[in-house]
């Protein structure tokens, strides 16, 4: 006897089985409608979508503007041994640098952020590491004495940054 096809259908296995009784692969998106037949992620997904393609279209007008990105992330200071410092765009591939007004080999300088009594400052100290003088050891601040490493934190404003230590401060560190 033949069943009615609005109330059962075909398993994998060809045994009948009623709709919606969960055997089978069917899946719950697929008996409601699918995913964006959902009015909940409706609210969501379709807000989100207009937002992604206005930055998309936003930032392919403004994709000309890469030189200004450019410039700015590979000019970097550097410093020689002698103390003097300058930008200089950096090159894909270039491993050394000289200094301009000594011809010697140049550095890529630290900045330093800090005050001796551990307050922020615009104008960063420019600083050689001492590994780059062939000294071992860490390196402080000329103006502020407080300790500099390789990418130095930089004071940002409403973020709790921990002030590096003075030289004093680091000694009594190591000693604990």
Not at 35 to 44: D, T, W
Not at 131 to 143: E, H
Request: include cysteine; proline fraction near 8%.
């Amino acid at each position: 006897m033949p069943l009615p096809m609005a109330k059962y259908s075909l398993t994998t296995e060809g045994s009948p089985r009623k709709k919606g009784s969960g055997g089978g692969r069917s899946s719950r998106a697929e008996e409601s409608g699918g995913f964006l037949s959902n009015g909940a992620v409706q609210k969501i997904a379709i807000p989100l979508g207009v937002v992604a393609l206005m930055y998309l279209g936003w930032s392919m007008w403004r994709g000309n503007d890469s030189d200004a990105l450019a410039a700015d992330s590979s000019t970097i200071w550097f410093i020689d041994d002698q103390g003097n410092t300058f930008q200089q765009k950096m090159e894909i591939g270039q491993a050394e640098f000289t200094s301009p007004k000594t011809g010697k080999p140049a550095y890529p300088a630290e900045l330093c952020f800090w005050t001796r009594d551990g307050k922020s400052k615009g104008d960063a100290t420019k600083v050689l590491l001492n590994r780059y003088k062939g000294i071992d050891g860490p390196t402080f601040c000329p103006d502020c004495g407080r300790l500099v490493t390789d990418h130095n934190p930089h004071p940002v404003p409403g973020v709790d940054v921990r002030v590096p230590p003075t030289k004093a401060e680091y000694d009594a560190g190591k000693r604990r």
